[in-house]
């Protein structure tokens, strides 16, 4: 390497300039300065405030850094509302507007500045801004995901002065009533399904306890779980019902986002060994309430009030199924209610994916098993966490066997479960039984009606195996079933399009907070090599690197050197074709990770 090479990190550059400013200085160029002097002082306090740093001022520019992309959009997002309130009573003709370009990238720092490409693209973003607007890259708005409440309308490539290749920019829509109207505009219009729909949102905690949230979380979780046992209904995934959680819903609109006929409501309250679960369901057009009913039950027939509930619901359904319902055995999953109850604190945990959250809800599952050694739900969860640290290649050596010997015990405590079933075909990844895996997969799919999260992971399975074009279709047949799905839903399906080629894909989905973990910015890096955008490949692959390195140590293992093997190798026996190894490898490589 260049010995002389000047030091370079990478930030998050803010740009702002004055719209229009020769026009306000000519008009009155003492009212204008004055004016512009207090919008700077302004400008550089809210830049503090959101932790960054003002590099210069040029004239009527303001250049800033910051070290987390977070910090700067807020901080843009801050400058421009309060600068509106400022100029709100002024004439239009007198007021002092910002653009503001927002870019994520290399800089050079010398001599208390900053330099590169970085700064000149959010330069180049801001003169793509409306005046009081901001403009943003795609690197930012990968970054951000959805950490912030804000909505993004797609500008397109555009091409810019002095940069080689096109930007593509975004534009962060800050007017409430445009912003109404572009979100509509990106919403997708669902039809409805051709048999009885039904969305459960979680019911709401009346105990007066927080600490009980997980307790009626729990309680939802499962009965939306019974309800997708009929294969008449069309029933929404828990995740896309608790995007509801803790708001002040309207029916018809919850109905028209999810695309459901049914909407149930209701609310648990605990006292002690005493449980009180009201539910109404509701027809999401009219408002019309179909059925509500209230149960008061001592806490130890939790299931029996939860299959009522099911069965309740079904029966006033269009099209309702009464030999269904009567012929459905109820299913018990635990006789200990504290096993229970560690079992739905630990998946909460576990739902994050991150390696040191695994290794907290493992501790958890244990315990249930440890007060309940039959209870198979715990068994499939706690082999799962073994399966998470194996898929990143941050497994310990026991991993495999543990993994395998704990999804059997689940299957044979209970075999037609089907999160159970899908398990298996993981145990026979892990075995190295491919054939056998992929019959398992595809046994589980040909059984499954509402699950989207056994689809979803059947899914993931086949793209292991070399099939990644049946797992794209999966995936997104499991997202409809789960319209505001969580972001492993997305994490899969990146991956599905890496395999399958489809890069620009590959880049629309793996943003923000769908970079759940290495494998997704292996993934991106790749992409973006691949299409030979290889600046935005060594951006991404040094955030590669860092996730890298943060799952390592969550396991306490060290690693000399920051090579393909040393980061990437231990994925290799994550799939069945060698090409596809070299084909991730092979991203990597271009982005300039060395071999």
Excluded at 101 to 107: E, F, I, P, Q, R
Excluded at 291 to 312: C, K, M, N
Excluded at 376 to 394: E, N
Excluded at 458 to 475: N, W
Aim: net charge negative; with cysteine; aromatic share 8%.
């Amino acid at each position: 390497m260049d010995s002389d090479r000047l030091p370079r990190k990478l930030a998050a550059i803010l740009y702002a300039d004055v719209a229009g400013y020769s026009r306000l200085t000519g008009d009155d160029e003492d009212a204008t300065h004055r004016r512009l002097r207090a919008y700077l002082d302004l400008i550089a306090q809210t830049i503090e405030d959101h932790h960054g740093q003002v590099m210069h001022y040029a004239g009527d520019a303001v250049l800033a850094k910051f070290d987390a992309v977070v910090d700067a959009l807020s901080s843009a997002v801050a400058i421009q509302n309060e600068l509106k309130d400022r100029n709100q009573d002024l004439p239009d003709e007198r007021k002092v507007q910002f653009r503001i370009g927002v870019n994520l990238g290399d800089v050079i720092e010398d001599r208390g500045d900053i330099y590169g490409d970085g700064v000149n693209v959010a330069a180049r973003l801001e003169n793509l801004a409306d005046a009081g607007g901001i403009c943003i890259s795609e690197s930012i708005r990968t970054a951000i995901g959805k950490k912030l409440d804000l909505v993004y309308e797609s500008m397109g490539e555009q091409e810019v002065k002095n940069i080689e290749e096109p930007v593509r920019a975004y534009k962060v829509v800050l007017d409430s009533e445009e912003k109404t109207q572009v979100t509509a505009e990106h919403r997708p219009t669902l039809e409805l399904p051709d048999k009885p729909s039904i969305a459960v949102l979680p019911f709401t905690n009346m105990s007066g306890d927080p600490e009980q949230e997980y307790f009626s979380d729990g309680i939802t979780e499962d009965i939306i779980t019974e309800l997708s046992r009929f294969p008449v209904l069309f029933v929404i995934a828990r995740h896309s019902s608790f995007a509801f959680k803790g708001e002040k819903v309207d029916i018809k609109e919850v109905g028209e986002k999810l695309g459901v006929q049914y909407v149930v409501e209701g609310s648990v309250r605990r006292a002690g060994n005493r449980v009180r679960i009201t539910a109404q369901l509701i027809e999401a057009e009219t408002g019309h309430h179909v059925w509500a009913e209230r149960y008061d039950r001592e806490l130890e027939d939790i299931f029996a009030v939860q299959d009522e509930v099911t069965r309740s619901i079904v029966a006033v359904l269009p099209g309702r199924v009464q030999e269904d319902v009567a012929e459905r055995a109820s299913r018990k999953p635990t006789d200990n209610m504290k096993a229970y109850e560690f079992m739905l604190q630990a998946k909460s945990i576990r739902d994050s994916f991150g390696a040191e959250d695994t290794a907290r809800a493992r501790r958890l599952f244990e315990k249930a098993i440890e007060l309940d050694p039959r209870y198979s739900k715990a068994y499939m969860y706690l082999a799962d966490t073994y399966l998470v640290d194996i898929l990143l290649g941050i497994e310990t050596e026991d991993a495999a066997e543990m993994q395998v010997q704990l999804t059997r015990k689940a299957a044979s405590l209970d075999s037609n479960d089907l999160a159970n079933q899908e398990q298996l075909g993981y145990a026979y990844i892990t075995e190295g039984m491919w054939e056998d895996a992929g019959i398992q997969f595809d046994k589980t799919l040909s059984k499954i009606v509402n699950e989207a999260e056994q689809m979803l992971w059947c899914g993931y399975g086949l793209m292991m195996l070399g099939r990644p074009e049946e797992a794209r279709d999966i995936v997104l047949e499991a997202m409809r079933l789960d319209p505001l799905h969580p972001h492993s839903y997305d994490w899969v399906l990146g991956q599905a399009y890496y395999f399958a080629k489809c890069y620009e894909d590959v880049i629309r989905v793996l943003m923000g907070e769908t970079l759940l973990n290495s494998l997704a910015y292996g993934c991106l890096v790749g992409a973006y090599a691949h299409l030979g955008r290889i600046d935005d490949a060594r951006t991404t692959l040094e955030s590669f690197v860092t996730e890298r390195h943060r799952e390592f140590s969550s396991r306490n293992i060290v690693v000399e050197g920051d090579t393909i093997d040393t980061l990437a190798g231990g994925y290799r026996k994550m799939w069945r074709q060698e090409a596809d190894w070299d084909h991730f490898a092979d991203g990597l490589r271009k982005a300039g990770l060395p071999d």
